[in-house]
């Protein structure tokens, strides 16, 4: 009995296995290897190959075309589908040893979507007690082109990238001719290791550059040999066509005209790093492309990059090519800005490179003209090459020429009481004409202690609101600040946009009340009513803040681009028309009676406000100053520049931001 139930055991088990190799179907195989395609297993893919296909192509030879044609290609979203047999095709297959497939592959490449149909043909083989489907593999399963031969070439073309042009399309970012520098070897003459070391010193390279660049494996005597690209206008072009050997080669490179003055705003681009690439939509980039890398040409690098065109096709010997997908050359957008390239490098060179910033609009429209941070910098030293050394000077450099200061905050010292002015005016703490007495140079109010508020100088009567703005009166501010209370000033505040993003195409720190957003002390209070405590603003937005002086009332959004609509409001009503002709007034008596006689001129009327944020470490010390002026021609309105000039304590304070900002208008208005 035993041993009948153990041959039945046996009968049972190969009959199990009998059938668990008739159940598998060619479907299920080729569901296998579809998943291992789909999922870029190539190892797993050929050991699913028939023995003759093996025998055709090693496995070397399987992964390693797969794999340099699907990275080549940027290959991805892979879709295999293939349609099923009939239960009758099934049967006749299995009895032939062979079955075929039809499949539909889709994916994505460099130059966009490829499709194609193709057939599979399985065959059914293996030891007779270990049988299975196999797939019979050519070329065709990557590209049916292939089928019979062939190679798989990419043609890319290179985008031209989109210009940066002022409101007259003058050039601020451009596509233009630059030298490319290098060697012919054999004519560097007997002279060649001197000739290496000053072309290194002229181009700002080391020797090993040069070095390295010459014992490449693909140089060749007669071959010119790259080492660097400059601008057309680099000073030491004459003295490098003088060494023997050595050579220009015209190519289209960026260029920067206004160069320092417009570094801040406009940036650079520069060769794509790793942490770039890995931010970047796969495929987007390559390692030797060329990136936005600050300022308008990083902000709106989507825009002004363009896309490659790119050609993936089939070449066989004697026929014509087959295309297998294309994507045309797409050039970036160009961008024109409400710059006015005029006004930016008359604003930065009024600095004479001393360090500030500026922003000039147009009051009425809200257009920017200019946006200045001074020192710049070269940005054809950061795209062109830039030694350690120059960067570490600039970088160690105490005027801190890297720093983008229109896009920061600063305290802006007495151009701010035109805003405590307004917000006062608008919930009814000051009212036009009417005087307070102020007695003594200093005031405090009890629960202060030692603390005081000091002003400039003294009154001979009662102070009105026109009488502060003239003589620039601390104490007027603190006193009406305190009046009106934290809340009411706060929301006055907020109103004129402290706290909140500035409705603008580039980034700029949010101007801020405090620290922490809010006014917890009298103390506090009175000082950020003339400019000082812990608030801060950035240019752009003084420059807006005074916009509703000359709107009847409406502080303007601002614009940088040149599509953008212009005039549109970002807070309206902060104050009536007869409240804003008072302040006009009295902004035009600050040049005629008050802190701002130096913007006196003949034939230019000017009017403005003056401002000194004095940087204290502690009470008892003096601090650096920065000197601010916000001033407009009188009669124009046709631009207000709000400006601020750093370390002002030892050059006249704020006087020496009038003087620019005076020449400056002077100098626009020839």
């Not at 892979?78 to 297959?93: A, M, R, T, V």
């Amino acid at each position: 009995m035993k041993k009948i139930l153990g041959l039945l055991s046996i009968f049972f088990l190969v009959f199990i296995v009998s059938c668990s190799t008739d159940t598998t179907s060619p479907h299920e195989r080729f569901d296998t290897y579809v998943k291992h395609w789909d999922e870029q297993k190539f190892d797993e893919m050929y050991k699913m190959l028939a023995a003759k296909s093996k025998e055709t192509y090693s496995k070397e030879q399987f992964t390693d075309r797969y794999m340099k044609i699907y990275t080549d290609l940027d290959i991805s979203n892979l879709e295999i589908k293939y349609k099923k047999l009939s239960d009758k095709q099934l049967k006749k297959g299995k009895k032939e040893g062979t079955a075929k497939l039809p499949f539909t592959v889709k994916m994505d490449s460099a130059a966009g979507p490829i499709t194609f149909d193709y057939e599979a043909t399985l065959l059914y083989e293996g030891k007779e007690d270990n049988k299975n489907w196999f797939i019979k593999w050519d070329q065709g399963f990557i590209f049916p082109e292939l089928k019979d031969g062939g190679e798989v070439k990419i043609e890319t073309e290179e985008p031209r990238r989109g210009e940066i042009l002022d409101r007259n399309k003058m050039p601020l970012a451009i596509n233009d001719t630059i030298w490319e520098v290098g060697i012919i070897p054999e004519n560097l003459g007997s002279n060649a290791e001197q000739t290496k070391e000053k072309v290194a010193d002229l181009l700002n390279i080391s020797v090993d550059t040069v070095e390295t660049a010459l014992n490449a494996d693909w140089v060749e005597p007669n071959l010119f040999v790259p080492l660097k690209k400059i601008s057309k206008d680099n000073p030491n072009t004459d003295q490098l066509w003088e060494l023997d050997g050595v050579v220009g080669n015209e190519v289209l490179g960026r260029v920067y005209p206004l160069n320092k003055a417009t570094s801040h705003l406009v940036g650079y681009i520069g060769q794509i790093n790793a942490e770039e690439m890995e931010k970047a939509e796969p495929g987007m980039y390559h390692p030797n492309d060329m990136i936005g890398k600050r300022g308008l040409e990083q902000l709106y690098e989507e825009k002004l990059k363009g896309e490659k065109g790119v050609k993936i096709f089939v070449v066989k010997k004697g026929e014509e090519d087959v295309i297998l997908a294309e994507r045309e050359v797409k050039d970036g957008e160009t961008i024109q800005l409400t710059i006015d390239a005029n006004i930016q490098e008359e604003v930065y060179k009024s600095y004479d490179d001393g360090a500030g910033t500026a922003a000039a609009i147009d009051p009425k429209t809200g257009e920017t003209l200019a946006l200045v941070s001074s020192p710049g910098f070269d940005p054809e030293k950061f795209l062109y090459g830039i030694t350690q050394d120059q960067l570490d000077s600039l970088e160690n450099d105490k005027q801190n020429p890297l720093l983008n200061r229109f896009s920061a905050t600063y305290a802006p010292g007495s151009v701010m009481k035109p805003i405590s002015a307004a917000i006062g005016l608008t919930n009814g703490s000051i009212k036009p004409g009417e005087g307070i007495n102020i007695k003594g140079l200093t005031w405090g109010n009890e629960g202060w202690g030692d603390y005081k508020v000091r002003r400039v100088s003294e009154s001979d009567g009662p102070v009105d609101l026109t009488d502060a703005l003239v003589r620039s009166d601390n104490i007027y501010f603190a006193k009406k600040a305190v009046e009106m209370g934290n809340g009411a000033y706060t929301k006055g505040l907020k109103q004129f946009g402290f706290g909140e993003d500035l409705p603008y195409k580039y980034p700029i720190t949010k101007s801020s009340i405090s620290s922490n957003g809010k006014i917890e002390n009298e103390v506090l209070l009175a000082n950020t009513s003339y400019g000082q405590g812990e608030v801060e603003i950035s240019a752009l937005h003084m420059a807006l803040t005074y916009t509703p002086i000359l709107n009847k009332g409406d502080m303007l959004k601002p614009t940088l681009l040149l599509s953008e609509k212009t005039s549109k409001v970002w807070q309206e009503k902060l104050i009536n028309e007869k409240q804003a002709k008072i302040l006009q007034d009295a902004l035009r008596k600050v040049v005629t009676e008050g802190t701002a006689k130096q913007a006196k001129m003949d034939g230019l009327a000017i009017s403005g406000k003056t401002g000194t944020a004095e940087l204290k470490k502690s009470s008892d010390e003096k601090g650096q100053e920065n000197g601010w002026f916000v001033g407009y021609p009188t009669k124009d309105q046709d631009i207000l520049i709000a400006l601020m000039r750093e370390h002002v304590e030892k050059k006249g304070g704020s006087g020496v931001a009038v003087e620019q900002v005076t020449d400056i208008i002077k100098n626009i208005k020839k």
